[in-house]
């Protein structure tokens, strides 16, 4: 119930962003709500599986670069085909990267998550001609429903249709992970993370549990970096590196990953503060450093885990 | 029969655990599995349940081969198993413990999109064994937080709730105390038969236990099969006694076959 009304104002809150708030700060919601979408995707396997990987960004970079790709090689602009194509991309490129890394746990399958971002992203690197290497690719402007909005200036697309088509993105993006988390495989995935040799003998396929978790999380990362593209109009190799991967490890644990939505808020909080950050202190990264330990430490169920605990009887991890 | 092993051996490096261990278990059956510390006791259960393959011999479930089958595949052939060190989901409630246990059994496991809380068969397949083993006025407590004795019920409830046709449990009260141990027993027996189980293989070494409740008892012994007889039979050997109660004067065991 307190879920449901919190993410009711929250939703409301993000829709009047743009008519409230100023341009510079309403911007600064795209990425969160791209992020927001990746962090959905990757908290299944996190928090909900109990995998930790280190190699995401090679998804977003697929996600970004596939659109990238169809808007300046292919001449694709809309956004439903582009925000599908990374969709499947993700889901084709994580099947094989997955069969190999849920056969491992803990810090092995973290380092093999982390080595096949590191190849994708000497990929994007190398691969000039395909990439455009380190200067990346455009990204144009994408058509929204069969609507070619390039006459309209870029910060009103941005501010305007793009944004609301990110939220309604992130709204079904998060309907879909709720229906998932709280669907018979999702229960089988807390099974798999709590105990998977109790799993196991209960029947319940942890290998194969752990590799379609694996591949929905890529899917959503996908769509999130295919998301990231337009506000910025250009992809480069960055978005693949393994500090990125990092990055949003740190907003998951930031937000908290035991609940549902606290890897949204983490992105939220982390979007927002780096941004005040660096406008203070050129030495973000320090602070950002200082503020994990301090999580880890003090706060280990993240932001929402301290509004949270002092709940009695907590059902569960939502 | 529903579960025949043959000739099981099973080398670890040059230490023999199993030496040509052959037995059966029949329908109707309760079949207790004794023997000292080391006798390979564990090793035998390892192997039946399909975590452990052995270096030589065979198992039949149901007439098909499944030696080193996995647990999973063989929890879906309809074979259960509980542990000695008790295996919970620590934070899963008795309810969401069960229910998953439900959600295996019905074939349900990889569903993605169906709701959870609005599947009756699966929730009343949880309430329904929850309420055999005593547990519903907990299934909201995360098991992390139940007593000891609970876990240890919890662990074989969700065993239950796969409805097998045959369960395995590596000591159902080892950790219990004494007093919750015969209440342990009756529930396990009184719900075995509300699902039809057809049979039940444990290991146990509290002999009180194995001489009340079982139909027969297989003494193992460095390896061996030392005896495989109903407990009356057992009772009048002095022998097997002597060994399977540690009172055992024979030397250590050789370490190799």
Known sequence: MRTGLAVALGALAIAAAPLVASTYHALLMLPFMAYAIVLLGLNLLFGYTGLVSFGHALFIGLGAYTGAFLTTHAGIRSLEVILISAAAVGALVAMPVAALCVRYVKIYFGMLTLAFGMVFYTFVLKFYRLTGGDEGTPFLRPSLLGRSLDAMPKIDYLVGPYYYYSLVVLGLAALGMWRIVHSPFGLCLKTIRDNPVKAETLGIGVTRHRFYAFVISAIYAAVGGALLGPPTGNVDPTLAYWTHSGNIVFMTLLGGFTSFFGPVVGAFVFIYLQNWVMSIVPYWRLIFGAMLAVIVIAAPDGLVGLVTRRRPALAGRA | ?257
């Open chain 2, 1 to 257: 029969m529903i579960l025949r092993a043959e000739g099981l051996r099973k080398l670890y490096g040059e230490f023999c655990a199993l030496d040509g261990v052959t037995l059966g278990v029949d329908a109707g059956e309760f079949v207790s599995i004794v023997g000292p510390n080391g006798a390979g006791k564990s090793t035998l259960i390892n192997i039946l349940t399909g975590v452990t393959r052995p270096s030589a011999g065979t198992v039949l479930f149901k007439g098909r081969e499944v030696s080193g089958a996995g647990p999973a595949r063989l929890a879906r052939l309809g074979m259960a198993r509980s542990f000695q060190l008790v295996q919970v989901f620590p934070d899963l409630t008795v309810e969401e413990t069960l229910q998953a246990a439900v959600v295996a059994r019905l074939g349900r496991a990889t569903r993605l999109f169906s709701s959870l809380a609005s599947d009756r068969e699966v929730r009343a397949g949880a309430l329904e064994v929850a309420e055999l083993f005593g547990l519903a006025d907990k299934r909201h407590v995360p098991a992390r937080q139940l007593p000891q004795g609970d876990k240890k019920l919890l662990d074989v409830a969700s065993a239950f709730a796969l409805k097998p046709e045959i369960i395995l449990l590596d000591e159902p009260t080892s950790g219990v105390s004494t007093a919750d141990k015969t209440a342990i027993m009756d529930t396990l027996v009184a719900a075995s038969k509300l699902i039809g189980l057809r049979a039940i293989v444990q290991v146990e070494h509290d002999m009180d236990i194995v001489f009340a409740y079982s139909h027969r008892i297989v003494a193992l012994h460095q390896g061996k099969v030392l005896a495989d007889a109903p407990p009356a039979t057992i009772l009048a050997d002095r022998r097997v006694m002597d060994t399977i109660i540690g009172r055992d004067t024979a030397r250590p065991r050789a370490p190799a076959c």
